[in-house]
C-alpha cells in the first residue's frame, strides 16, 4: 500500500476554512499528529477522514448557529429520547458535495471510500421508525435552513445488538462509543444541573409573595455533546445536542469527612447510569424509575439549556419567549417539558402561573406516534411523587386548573371531567402522558391520515370536542438524500441523468420520471440497476447468513421491528404454503421467491421472540429441502439497523408492509422500499393507504380487512371456522402443529398456534391469510410480466415525491411552528 496522497482532484471549494489544506494533505496530517497511527489501515483512515469532514463543517456550524441567534428568528427545539442516525461519513461528504474528492483521496493511497466509510459504527441512539423520523427530521430541517435544534440523549449504550443461536435471539450491549465518536464535541461550559427527588416548601419572596422551592435534591450534571447535521449543499450545518449525565463536583462532605471517599466517589456511577443505555422497546411502555429519570433528565437539561440563551440575551423579559420559540415532543416521552417549564418560569425566574401557562401553551407541540394501549405512557403517583415532587404538584394544579375549564364549558357532560382528567384514578393512580401532553400543547398532530383520523375519532376524541382546531395531520416522511441518493448510487447516476440533479434538493421533481415508463430503453436501465442491487444484497445476505440468494427470484423484504401488530406471523404463514405447493409439486406456475425477514424483539417481548425462532426454523427446513432449489429461499437477517437497511432497501422487489388495519400509525420502512422502485403488498393502514393514493392503486397489491372491517371482525371472530372451511389453510396449520418445524423441539409454538386460533386474536391473522394468499399469487403473476412490473416499480418510485421528509418538515415549518428558512433571502 503506498503511503502517499496524491492531490489529486483539488476541487474541494465548498464549506470549507481558507486555512485548510487539500484533503488528502489533511487526512495525512490526522493520521500523523491527530491520531498519532503507526498503521494507515483503514481503520485509522476512517477516523481521519471523519475529523478531516468534521473540520470542513466547522465555518458553516459556527456562521449558522450565529445565524440562528442573531435577529430576532423563532426558533424550534425537537426534543426527543431517540436519535436513530446511523452513520454519518457518507452523510456528511455527500451533503457538503466532496464525495468525489475523499474517494479519490482514499484511492491515492489504495483505499476504497466504502471500505473505509464501512468501519463507522452505528449511532443506533432509537429504537426503530420513532427514532428514525427524528433522524430523517433533522436531515431535512438542515436541507431546509430551518433553525431547528435536535436535543436527545448520548447513550453510552444503544440499541442492542442481536445475535441468533439455535434459532433465537440474544441480545449483547452496544458499546458503539468504543472507538471514539469523531462527530461530537463536548461543551463542557454549558452543563446544567438536573434535582431528583427532595421535597417542596412554602417560603416568601423579597417582595413578599408566596413562593414554592424544591430543596434537600439530589442534583445529577448534564454535559452536553455536539453532533453537527449539514444540510444539502446550503451552507447550513445545526446542530444535534446530546445530554450525558455525570455526578455533581460536589462530594457529600459528611461521608467525606468521616472517611468514605470512595463511597463519596462512588455516587459517581448512580449519577452516569441516566444515560447508559437506551430502552430497547418499541411501542410499550417502560415503567421503570430510571426510564422517567431519563425522561425529565433531557426535558430539564435541554429547557435549562434554552432559556439560558434567552435569559443572556433579553435578561428576565420573557413576553416574547413563547412567540420565539416551538417545542415539538417526538411522542410523550418528553411530556414533563410541561410541567418543568413551569416550574422553571416560575421558581426560577419569578413568573406567575397564568404567564408561564400563557407562554407553555404556545411554545408546545405533541407528536403521537401510536395507538396500542400498551404504548400510552402512564406514570405511577407514587414514583413521580418520589422522583419528581414539585413536578408532580405542577402536575396536579395543570389539572385541576383544566378540570374547572371542562366542567364549566361542557355542563351537560358530567362524565367528560373523569374521561379527561390527567390523574388516572384507583387505588394505584397514575398519571396519563397522553392527556398531559394534549392540555399543555397548541398543537397535537398524528402522521399519517388515518392514523389521525382514528386519534380525533377514537382515543382522543374528548378533547377533540374541547379543542376541535388543536388536532392536525403531519404524514411522516423519510429524507431522499440517505435514502435514495447515498444508498442506491446506480438508480441516483440513472436519475440525474435522466431527470437532473435538483430532486437531492426537491423530491417533488422525482415525477418528472413517469413519462420515462414509455422509453423502452430507460426500462431496461432501470432493470439492469435493480439487478445490480439485487447481487449487492445477494451478496450481503450471504456475508450474514451463510445462504445466497438467487437474482433470478423476486426478492420479497419485511424488515422492522418484530410485533404481534406488525404480523411477521402471517409473512411465515404464506412460506409456509408456498413449501406445501412445492411439496405437492404444485409448481407449474410459480415463480422463485426468495424471502428476507429482519428486524429485533424487544428483551422481553416473548411472543416476538418465537417468531424470531419460527421465522429460523422454517428457513432452514425450506432452505435444506432440495425440492425448494430455484424455487424458494427463506433467511432471517440477524441485527437489522440502519446500515443494513441501506443495502436491503435498493434490492428489495416486493415490500411487506401487512400490519393489521389501524394498528401502524405511519411506517416509514413502506416509504424508502417506494422510492427505490419496490412494490408493495399491504393493508390499508398508515402511510399505506397514502402510497396507494399517490402510485394508483393499479400499482399496488391490497389485501386484507380495512380498519372499520377489523373492527366489525372482532366481534364474532372465529379462526378456527375460517381454518376449517379453507383447505390450503387447514394444511399450513397442520403443518405447524404437526411439528415439521420443530421436530427436535416439541411444543415450542404452542402459544403461537394458540393465539392464532383464539377468537380473540387482536392481530385477526387467520383473517386476512386467504386474501394475502390470493394477492401474492397476482404478485407472482405479474412479476412475470416483466415490462408490466418494471414499469409498475418505475411509477412507484416516479410517485413517492410526497414522501419525502422535507414534505413533512415543510408542513411542520409553515403548520406548526410558523418558521422560515435562514436561506429566504437566496431565494
Ligand atoms: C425505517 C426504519 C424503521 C421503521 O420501519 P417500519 O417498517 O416503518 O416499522 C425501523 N428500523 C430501521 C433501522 C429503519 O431504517
Not at 464535541?185 to 417560603?203: L, S
Not at 423441539?745 to 394475502?772: C, K, M, V, Y
Request: hydrophobic share 35%; with cysteine; glycine share 6%.
Amino acid at each position: 500500500m503506498s503511503n502517499t496522497l496524491e492531490p489529486k482532484s483539488l476541487t474541494d471549494s465548498h464549506a470549507h476554512d481558507p486555512i485548510l489544506e487539500p484533503l488528502p494533505k489533511e487526512l495525512r496530517r490526522h493520521l500523523h499528529f491527530t491520531l498519532d497511527s503507526e498503521d494507515a489501515d483503514r481503520n485509522a483512515y476512517y477516523r481521519a477522514c471523519a475529523i478531516a469532514v468534521r473540520d470542513r463543517l466547522h465555518r458553516d456550524w459556527r456562521q449558522t448557529r450565529g445565524r440562528a441567534s442573531e435577529g430576532d428568528v423563532r426558533r424550534v427545539h425537537y426534543l426527543s429520547l431517540e436519535f436513530l442516525l446511523g452513520r454519518s461519513l457518507n452523510n456528511a461528504i455527500q451533503n457538503i458535495g466532496i464525495d468525489e474528492n475523499l474517494r479519490n483521496a482514499l484511492h491515492g493511497v489504495g483505499l476504497d471510500l466504502e471500505e473505509v466509510a464501512d468501519v463507522e459504527h452505528d449511532a443506533g441512539l432509537g429504537n426503530g421508525g420513532l427514532g428514525r423520523l427524528a433522524a430523517c427530521f433533522l436531515d431535512s430541517c438542515a436541507n431546509l435552513a430551518l433553525p431547528v435544534t435536535g436535543y436527545g440523549i448520548r447513550y453510552e449504550f444503544g440499541m442492542f445488538h442481536q445475535r441468533i443461536e439455535g434459532g433465537h435471539q440474544v441480545e449483547a450491549p452496544d458499546r458503539w462509543l468504543r472507538n471514539g465518536n469523531p462527530w461530537e464535541i463536548e461543551r463542557t461550559e454549558d452543563t446544567k444541573t438536573i434535582r431528583f427527588y427532595g421535597h417542596t416548601e412554602r417560603y416568601q419572596d423579597e417582595s413578599g409573595r408566596p413562593k414554592i422551592r424544591w430543596v434537600a435534591t439530589h442534583d445529577v450534571l448534564a454535559v452536553p455533546f455536539d453532533m453537527p447535521i449539514p444540510g444539502y449543499k446550503n451552507g447550513i450545518v445545526n446542530t444535534l445536542r446530546l445530554w450525558k449525565s455525570t455526578t455533581t463536583d460536589d462530594f457529600d462532605l459528611d461521608e467525606f469527612n468521616a472517611g468514605s471517599y470512595p463511597e463519596s466517589v462512588a455516587k459517581k456511577n448512580d449519577a452516569e447510569q441516566i444515560s447508559m443505555v437506551l430502552y430497547p422497546n418499541d411501542s410499550s411502555e417502560n415503567g421503570k424509575e430510571l426510564r422517567l429519570k431519563q425522561q425529565y433528565f433531557l426535558v430539564s437539561a435541554s429547557l435549562q439549556d434554552v432559556l439560558n440563551k434567552w435569559v443572556q440575551k433579553h435578561g428576565k423579559d420573557f413576553k416574547d419567549f413563547g412567540g420565539k420559540n416551538c417545542f415539538q415532543l417526538n411522542d410523550t416521552h418528553p411530556a414533563c417539558a410541561i410541567p418543568e417549564l413551569m416550574r422553571l418560569l416560575m421558581d426560577e425566574h419569578g413568573l406567575e402561573w397564568d404567564e408561564s401557562w400563557e407562554i407553555v401553551t404556545r411554545c408546545m407541540a405533541y407528536t403521537n406516534h401510536t395507538l396500542l394501549p400498551e404504548a400510552l405512557e402512564r406514570w405511577s403517583v407514587q414514583l413521580f411523587s418520589r422522583l419528581l415532587p414539585r413536578i408532580l404538584e405542577i402536575i396536579y394544579e395543570i389539572n385541576e386548573r383544566f378540570l374547572a375549564m371542562v366542567t364549566t364549558q361542557f355542563p351537560d357532560d358530567p362524565g367528560l371531567r373523569d374521561r379527561v382528567s390527567l390523574v388516572e384514578g384507583g387505588h394505584h393512580p397514575h398519571i396519563r402522558m397522553a392527556y398531559l401532553s394534549i392540555v399543555g400543547s397548541f398543537s397535537v398532530n398524528g402522521v399519517a391520515q388515518l392514523h389521525t383520523d382514528l386519534l380525533r375519532s377514537g382515543l382522543f376524541a374528548d378533547f377533540c370536542k374541547i379543542w376541535p382546531t388543536k388536532f392536525n395531520n403531519k404524514t411522516n416522511g423519510v429524507t431522499q438524500r440517505r435514502w435514495l441518493s447515498h444508498c442506491n448510487p446506480d438508480l441516483r447516476e440513472l436519475l440525474n441523468e435522466s431527470i437532473g440533479v435538483q430532486w437531492q434538493r426537491d423530491f417533488s421533481l422525482i415525477s418528472d420520471l413517469a413519462p420515462l415508463v414509455d422509453d423502452a430503453s430507460f426500462r431496461e436501465r432501470w432493470d439492469a440497476v435493480k439487478l445490480t442491487n439485487k447481487r449487492r444484497l445477494s451478496k450481503y445476505v450471504l456475508e450474514n447468513t451463510g445462504v445466497e440468494f438467487d437474482t433470478n427470484a423476486i426478492f420479497d423484504v419485511q424488515v422492522k421491528r418484530i410485533h404481534e401488530y406488525k404480523r411477521q406471523l402471517l409473512n411465515v404463514l404464506h412460506v409456509i404454503h408456498l413449501y406445501d405447493r412445492i411439496m405437492k409439486g404444485d409448481t407449474a406456475d410459480m415463480t422463485p421467491r426468495c424471502v428476507l425477514i429482519g428486524g429485533k424483539a424487544a428483551p422481553g417481548y416473548f411472543m416476538a421472540k418465537l417468531i424470531i425462532k419460527l421465522i429460523n426454523e422454517v428457513a432452514q427446513v425450506v432452505n435444506s429441502d432440495p425440492r425448494s432449489k430455484g424455487l424458494l429461499q427463506m433467511v432471517f437477517f440477524p441485527n437489522y439497523r440502519v446500515s443494513s437497511m441501506e443495502v436491503i432497501c435498493p434490492g428489495t422487489e416486493l415490500s411487506e408492509q401487512i400490519s393489521t388495519a389501524g394498528k401502524e400509525a405511519s411506517g416509514t420502512g413502506n416509504m424508502k422500499f417506494m422510492m427505490n422502485g419496490a412494490l408493495t403488498i399491504g393493508t390499508l393502514d398508515g402511510a399505506n393507504i397514502e402510497i396507494r393514493e399517490k402510485a394508483g392503486a393499479e400499482n399496488f397489491f391490497l389485501f386484507g380487512l380495512s380498519a372499520a372491517e377489523v373492527e366489525e371482525t372482532k366481534k364474532n371472530y372465529c379462526p378456527n371456522a375460517i381454518i376449517g372451511e379453507d383447505p390450503e389453510i387447514a394444511r399450513v396449520m397442520e403443518l405447524l402443529e404437526g411439528g415439521l418445524f420443530n421436530s427436535t423441539e416439541p411444543g415450542i409454538f404452542h402459544h403461537l398456534i394458540s393465539g392464532l386460533r383464539n377468537p380473540h386474536d387482536q392481530w385477526l391473522t387467520i383473517a386476512d391469510f386467504r386474501s394475502f394468499i390470493d394477492t401474492q399469487r397476482q404478485v407472482e403473476q405479474t412479476y412475470q410480466d416483466r415490462e408490466a412490473w418494471t414499469r409498475m416499480s418505475i411509477l412507484n418510485s416516479a410517485n413517492s415525491g410526497w414522501f419525502s421528509s422535507d414534505r413533512t418538515i415543510q408542513q411542520y415549518a409553515d403548520e406548526i411552528w410558523h418558521v422560515k428558512s435562514l436561506n429566504q433571502d437566496e431565494k
